[in-house]
């Protein structure tokens, strides 16, 4: 049973608009969200989170929105640039958790054209 | 050292093989985790080590995976017997024991069974 789907495989997206990559959880127990970004031969780097305590966590660009009840999250990255172009990957923890283990969705592939 | 370190970065192998994958993890970092990712997929977890506990090995997809972990530090993970559906990039991660810093990946191996 996945816990953390993001059921959109691949999005396409102008160079300079909005790009909204979504991701929906089951587990209400998790209680604090992780966005990763991953280039190709790379591992998955750490790009912003929010606490469930949140509703918005903005960094720069990027910008997580958290909705409890509906067990959602988004990740807005506004302007797009094409060196935004990756899989972005959501993961979520419960803090009681030792060691923040995380559960990932499946992952998002973003392509920003010029 | 500064990140997690993984070696080899790439690892060709006959099917029916056995193959040793290494992380160092950063140091002070009790937790340390195994995914894999094959092509076109998520993260599946495999393996997961805190400090001196008892692994949590319920990712591990058959008998022909095991990992060690000495101490705090160095982890292998080790296939018996190569099958060509172990064909995947291998991550380690490792976190602090508590907080919410989330993970740092090393950047892989990407393991080619022929």
């Known amino acids: 049973d996945q816990q953390v789907k993001q059921n959109s495989p691949s999005l396409s997206v102008q160079e300079g608009r909005i790009s909204i990559l979504n991701c929906d959880y089951t587990n209400s127990m998790f209680d604090y969200f992780l966005w990763y970004k991953k280039y190709p031969a790379e591992g998955p780097t750490f790009l912003i989170s929010i606490s469930s305590i949140k509703d918005k966590n903005e960094d720069g660009r990027f910008t997580v929105f958290l909705n409890k009840s509906a067990k959602h999250l988004s990740l807005h990255i506004v302007p797009s640039q094409p060196g935004d172009s990756a899989v972005y990957f959501c993961a979520a923890s419960a803090v009681y958790n030792a060691g923040n283990m995380l559960t990932f969705g499946g992952g998002t592939r973003l392509m920003v054209k010029p | 050292g500064a990140g997690v370190s993984q070696s080899p970065s790439n690892k060709v192998t006959e099917k029916g093989k056995d193959v040793e994958l290494r992380c160092d993890p950063i140091?002070?970092?009790?937790?340390l985790y195994w995914y894999r990712q094959r092509l076109g997929q998520g993260l599946e977890f495999l393996i997961y080590?805190?400090?001196?506990?008892?692994?949590?090995k319920s990712g591990l997809p058959s008998d022909r995976f095991s990992a060690e972990r000495t101490g705090e530090s160095v982890s292998t993970l080790t296939i018996q017997r190569t099958q060509q559906e172990d064909s995947a990039v291998y991550l380690c991660?490792?976190?602090?024991?508590?907080?919410?810093?989330?993970?740092?990946f090393g950047s892989g191996t990407r393991l080619t069974v022929v």
């Open positions: 991660a490792s976190s602090p024991p508590w907080g919410t810093s989330g993970y740092t």
């Open positions: 140091s002070g970092h009790t937790a």
């Open positions: 080590f805190q400090g001196n506990s008892a692994p949590d």
